[in-house]
């Protein structure tokens, strides 16, 4: 018998974290935006991109989340991304912990280091790009598109990480906003 197939991350069950820590602490999801937001700017001031409260809201339906996004709700609920993929071994793993950058600061995706990674592994193994996107679940021109690249997407960013066997702490950089 076959193993079943791995499971993805569950943009659901982020929502289902935020909207239960919202309640809890008593807060709109107004309310809630601006605490992920105002987690890398003292006193609050706005920027550019910043989350919208629709944007987080339609977790519970959307099947494709953008990347930088749900790092910082992650960031604010104090999870790894690992944490949301049911059975993955880093769930918990000190080396999945996202790295708390403080002030002026926003944990962005190093898409540019996640298309290195892929590359040598890819080469490594002696594989095309068709065989690699069958093994992590996707179409060959989300890999190559990397080298190009500036955001990525949950869950298939999750199906990559799967495939290099590594955490997704290890792809994330410091930005300013």
């Not at 991350?9 to 935006?33: C, M, N, P, V």
């Not at 989300?142 to 997407?153: F, K, N």
Request: glycine share 10%; charged share 25%; proline share 8%.
């Amino acid at each position: 018998m076959a193993d079943p197939p791995p499971r993805d991350f569950e943009l659901a069950a982020l929502y289902r974290a935020l909207d239960e820590r919202r309640i809890a602490a008593g807060l709109s999801w107004q309310a809630l935006t601006r605490e992920i937001n105002d987690r890398a700017v003292e006193g609050g001031s706005a920027r550019p991109r910043a989350i919208a409260a629709s944007t987080v809201r339609g977790l519970r339906d959307k099947r494709v989340a953008e990347g930088d996004g749900v790092l910082q709700m992650l960031l604010w609920l104090g999870r790894t991304p690992e944490s949301f993929v049911p059975g993955h071994p880093l769930a918990d793993a000190p080396e999945a912990a996202l790295p708390d950058l403080g002030p002026h600061l926003v944990l962005r995706w190093d898409v540019r280091a996640l298309h290195l990674a892929v590359e040598q592994q890819r080469t490594g193994r002696g594989m095309t790009w068709p065989q690699v996107a069958r093994e992590v679940g996707c179409w060959p021109v989300e890999l190559t598109g990397l080298a190009r690249a500036r955001r990525v997407g949950f869950p298939g960013v999750m199906r990559i990480l799967r495939w290099l066997g590594r955490p997704a702490a290890q792809f994330t950089r410091a930005s300013e906003w």
